[in-house]
């Protein structure tokens, strides 16, 4: 099993510019969650779906954040325009009710708005 | 709404020690509980699950406790070394939260000095 995969691992990007981050779920799991971590604001859950339906958006920051998943095997997180607060890595996870829930997470994304 | 707390917030103990750490939680009706380990600049690796019905789990040298009635965790690394260095968090899932979402403690950071 090739585990969560997050892409890009690294962005660097203008204040005021879109960033996309992407996200592919281990197979067979059907509950995906899109988290960030800061120093300042340890780990926020964002967003989650399940059978990829939008469950909870009650931790996106603000309307410039918006998350889709358009199948089984693919997620977007988007931010639009970015801003330097932005910065953060974001981690994406996925989890399956037949394995109780555990959650598996990606290696990350480091974004950096300057 | 539950709250999960780790404390202390560091550690630092002598190679060969036991390590002993702690999560609390104020509601008792949990679905599961996680422990992850997180190294710097990395993501979250999943180390033990622990279902309601449990009372431990354990894997080589690390073993995890619950008490739901006292609303406590324990993840015990027995003789640490210092790749047992590292930052550790522990999560807990509620019946009532739909599809597997953690409510995150801020986590314990670890260091095994040689």
């Known amino acids: 099993d090739a585990g969560v995969i997050q892409s890009p691992r690294h962005e660097v990007t203008e204040m005021g510019q879109e960033v996309t981050l992407r996200c592919k779920p281990i197979?067979?799991?059907?509950?995906l969650f899109w988290y960030r971590q800061t120093m300042m604001r340890g780990l926020e859950l964002l967003i989650y779906f399940n059978n990829n339906v939008p469950i909870d958006d009650s931790g996106m920051p603000e309307d410039r954040f918006s998350a889709k998943m358009p199948n089984a095997s693919f997620s977007t997180l988007k931010i639009q325009p970015s801003e330097p607060r932005d910065s953060a890595v974001y981690f994406c996870?996925?989890?399956?009710?037949?394995?109780?829930?555990?959650?598996?997470f990606g290696p990350g994304t480091r974004l950096t708005v300057t | 709404k539950q709250e999960v707390t780790q404390i202390p917030a560091a550690l630092s103990v002598p190679e060969g020690e036991n390590l002993v750490l702690n999560c609390s939680f104020t509601?008792?009706?949990?679905?599961?509980l996680q422990w992850f380990r997180q190294d710097p600049g990395k993501g979250l690796t999943s180390l033990l699950l622990i279902q309601s019905s449990q009372r431990e789990q354990t894997s080589g040298r690390l073993n995890a406790s619950l008490d739901k009635s006292s609303g406590r965790s324990t993840l015990y690394i027995a003789a640490s070394q210092p790749g047992d260095s590292a930052t550790y968090l522990c999560a807990s899932s509620s019946p009532t939260d739909s599809w597997g979402k953690l409510q995150f403690g801020a986590g314990t950071q670890v260091v095994v000095t040689p």
């Open positions: 509601d008792s009706a949990i679905y599961n």
């Open positions: 197979s067979g799991h059907n509950s």
């Open positions: 996870a996925s989890s399956s009710f037949s394995r109780s829930y555990e959650q598996y």
